[in-house]
């Protein structure tokens, strides 16, 4: 029988309301997975309830030892023609952004706005830049010049790729990109297969999911679906965890001397054969 330590799983971009789940008990249920910690986006409860929901999903993570890092949501109503319950603002966005339990300006779905230097977007990304903390993209089929000129403008990353050929060109525009497979979008197929020439660069996600689909798995069935593609061991746990942690500079253990022990324990049976 052999033991192995690994670093706990991270899924690097989900939506806690999706799961109908507060984010305490979402906690339950994902740790059973092998997952220590969430790149959370509220967006749903803020645009509802404004910043005021953003910190109920704050104060109630913190009633359980899990890692949940926030974001501050840049598109509360998500487009001007939307009539939602509340509006978060550029100022609104500084004043999240300079909270510690903010580490980053969510998922920037307008990106419209930002290609064409709409005022109010600018002032949202020019806030996070100031606070140090990474800009999240969103911008599906997004190609070429304009794609140049969203990621230019300082985001990041973007989940939202669902062809090959899209995502590559963002990778070798230097975004990086998040393979999803949740209970709605489903990409890892077509995606999967950039991870053995862009490892530095891919990051594992879920995005939405369902509180039936959560009881089943988590990031490890994108992690045991990745080996099984062939994809070399390393690669899948830095996408699992160490590119998370390395890009929103998360205070979460790598097994590194001094790090907390934010770790799964794997013992392997062996099964001899006369």
Do not use: W
């Not at 999903?57 to 840049?74: L, R, T, W």
């Not at 510690?100 to 706005?113: D, H, R, S, T």
């Not at 990041?156 to 230097?174: I, N, P, R, V």
């Amino acid at each position: 029988m052999d033991t192995y330590i690994l670093p706990g799983f991270i899924d690097a971009h989900v939506h806690i309301e999706s799961s109908m789940l507060v984010p305490s008990e979402f906690a339950k249920i994902a740790v059973k997975h092998g997952t220590v910690g969430t790149i959370s986006d509220p967006h749903e409860i803020a645009n509802v309830l404004g910043i005021s929901g953003v910190e109920y999903m704050i104060n109630n993570a913190k009633e359980v030892p899990f890692h949940f890092y926030f974001g501050a949501p840049s598109c509360v109503p998500a487009t001007q023609f939307e009539t939602a319950g509340a509006v978060i603002d550029a100022d609104d966005i500084d004043q999240l952004l300079s909270r510690k339990e903010i580490v980053y300006l969510a998922e920037m779905m307008n990106f419209p706005g930002v290609i064409y230097k709409d005022e109010e977007v600018l002032k949202k990304l020019h806030y996070a830049k100031k606070h140090g903390k990474p800009i999240d993209g969103h911008a599906p089929g997004l190609k070429g010049e304009e794609m140049k000129m969203y990621f230019d403008a300082g985001i990041s990353t973007d989940h939202e790729c669902f062809a090959y050929t899209e995502a590559l060109e963002k990778l070798k525009h230097g975004v990086k990109i998040m393979i999803r497979e949740g209970s709605a979008a489903k990409n890892f197929d077509t995606l999967i297969p950039l991870l053995k020439d862009y490892p530095e660069q891919i990051m594992f996600c879920c995005d939405d999911k369902h509180p039936d689909n959560l009881i089943e798995s988590h990031i490890n069935d994108h992690v045991k679906r990745a080996l099984k593609a062939g994809h070399n061991l390393y690669d899948v746990l830095r996408a699992a965890s160490h590119n998370v942690i390395k890009h929103y500079n998360l205070p979460i253990g790598l097994l590194q001397a001094g790090d907390h022990a934010d770790l799964l324990k794997l013992i392997m049976l062996k099964i001899l054969l006369f």
